[in-house]
């Protein structure tokens, strides 16, 4: 009985491991394309010569 319970115990740690490492790939890609988009963005500076 007891080695029942211990199995079904070991198998939903294993799960909940996976479960956060898929979780966190998710966010470090997720991360990862924010940020390559930031970069990608162009500064907007204001315009300091006149124009007429």
Excluded at 39 to 52: A, F, G, L, S, Y
């Amino acid at each position: 009985m007891l080695s029942i319970i211990l199995t079904w115990v070991g198998a939903i740690l294993g799960i909940a491991v996976l479960l956060a490492m898929a979780c966190g790939a998710f966010v470090l890609d997720f991360d990862d394309a924010r940020n390559s988009r930031a970069q990608r963005r162009p500064e907007v500076r204001e315009n300091t010569t006149p124009t007429t």
